[in-house]
């Protein structure tokens, strides 16, 4: 019963250094989703995928691209981090028409 | 463009007081939207949409289509309430959902 599997929890970046922020699900979803949640900004939606092979921008994409790897995996990754991507990471999956299932949460620091 | 607008950063209310939480859309196809729920360290998760009509925990959510709004209501406040909340609407053509930028709701004892 893992759901979304969000990796790392926790992450402390140094300007201008790359990462990978990695999603996987186990419930056969098509659809997968990364959001940004800062305060007073709500949840941003970053890239999303509608089904596998497939991805889209959503609304704040610069600074970050992503990988269908295959329908279980979604990662999201930061070329070149700027202290702007400070903020909590919540990658979310579901069936088409269905409601977001969602992980537990990536918080990155950027210094 | 789309987009969901929920104006209370913070609603503070008494409990057994009545509660409404705003969401107002913008968009021009046919909305499906959604109000999803974060409890203290819990995972979001949906609290209810507007195609199944069901109330849920004592929430309830009418889609007004003229006033382009889905707001959250329960007569009656419980402190286990107390979350943040927020509104979704899903572009249905493209897999896309955006988020409002979140109501804290406070109840107090």
């Known amino acids: 019963n893992a759901g979304v599997t969000q990796t790392p929890k926790f992450q402390v970046l140094k300007t201008g250094q790359s990462m990978t922020l990695q999603c996987a699900q186990d419930m056969n979803h098509n659809s997968m989703y990364w959001y940004r949640q800062d305060p007073g900004m709500g949840l941003r939606l970053i890239y999303y995928?509608?089904?596998?092979?497939?991805?889209d921008k959503g609304e704040v994409p610069n600074g970050y691209n992503v990988s269908r790897l295959n329908k279980r995996e979604f990662s999201l990754r930061l070329e070149s981090a700027a202290p702007s991507q400070t903020s909590v990471y919540f990658c979310a999956s579901r069936f088409t028409g269905g409601e977001l299932f969602f992980g537990e949460g990536s918080r990155l620091t950027v210094l | 463009a789309q987009r969901v607008t929920q104006p209370e950063k913070l609603l503070s209310v008494f409990k057994g007081a009545p509660v409404e939480l705003k969401c107002n859309y913008s968009y021009s196809g046919s909305p499906e939207l959604f109000w999803y729920v974060q409890y203290s360290r819990q995972r979001l998760q949906l609290l209810l949409r507007?195609?199944s009509r069901e109330s849920i925990k004592g929430f309830t959510a009418d889609l007004n289509k003229g006033e382009t709004s889905f707001h959250l209501k329960k007569p009656f406040a419980q402190e286990e309430d107390s979350a943040m909340y927020y509104c979704a609407l899903s572009v249905s053509s493209a897999s896309k959902i955006i988020f409002g930028s979140g109501t804290r709701l406070s109840i107090r004892p």
């Open positions: 995928s509608a089904s596998e092979g497939t991805t």
């Open positions: 507007h195609i």
